[in-house]
């Protein structure tokens, strides 16, 4: 069965500190690659997608994620970030072995410190 | 505002109690999904409906038992529930077309405790 993997369940960061967070999945085909976020009370949305075509994507809020087909991976990154960051990050991929059903990883917390 | 609606946003209830989760989308989707979310454990999900007809059920208890009676509307019939049940249930939508699949929209969720 599929799987992904979130490396770490917390991270935290000054302000202004750079972030990457880990994903890799474990399906060998083609894969839809997608990182959501949970910011505190509110509901879970989408922050950026990869379907094909240019590996390193954009998202909302200065959010990029670069996927690597060898590496199985698909890291979220920010150069710079703010207090307002601080929320869950969930990454999550599709496939045609999980009929186009979403696979989550168990989530990142990350917490800025401001 | 996320287009998604649910009601209850918190549910208290005794193992032997009857509830329902609402569940209720304005963003014309075609497909609806129940999922579960507990601490530091991955997304469950545990039904989806297209276009009104359940196409997913991941082998979720028969004490939960879901309804979606149109497009805009989803329900989760709660009953004889378990401790271990206590979670955030999300309801979310989304298109089914090949571009957009896996763009779900949720709502905010239902805090479900069960004592």
């Known amino acids: 069965a599929q799987s992904v993997s979130q490396h770490n369940h917390h991270v935290i960061l000054s302000e202004a500190a750079s972030l990457e967070l880990g994903c890799n999945y474990s399906y060998g085909g083609t894969v839809n690659l997608f990182w959501y976020v949970q910011y505190p009370g509110q509901h879970l949305q989408l922050l950026l997608k990869y379907f094909s075509g240019d590996p390193l994507v954009k998202g909302i809020k200065g959010f990029e994620a670069e996927f690597i087909k060898s590496k199985f991976s698909f890291n979220l990154r920010k150069p710079s970030v703010q207090w307002s960051d601080t929320a869950e990050y969930f990454c999550a991929v599709t496939s045609l072995d999980s009929n186009y059903q979403l696979i989550w990883g168990a989530g990142t917390k990350l917490i800025i410190k401001p | 505002e996320t287009g998604v609606t649910q009601t209850p946003r918190h549910l208290v209830m005794g193992m032997t109690n009857k509830k329902s989760l609402k569940c209720e989308q304005h963003?014309?989707?075609?497909?609806m999904y129940w999922y579960k979310q507990s601490a530091k454990k991955p997304l469950e999900l545990m039904f989806v409906?297209?276009?009104?007809?359940?196409?997913e059920n991941n082998s979720v208890p028969s004490r939960f038992s879901p309804e979606c009676p149109n497009s805009s509307h989803l329900f989760l019939h709660l009953h004889t529930l378990q401790p271990e049940d206590s979670a955030l249930y999300l309801c979310a939508s989304s298109q089914t077309s090949t571009g957009k699949r896996g763009e779900l929209f949720f709502g905010e969720g239902s805090r479900l405790t069960v004592l």
């Open positions: 409906y297209s276009l009104e007809e359940r196409v």
């Open positions: 963003l014309g989707h075609n497909a």
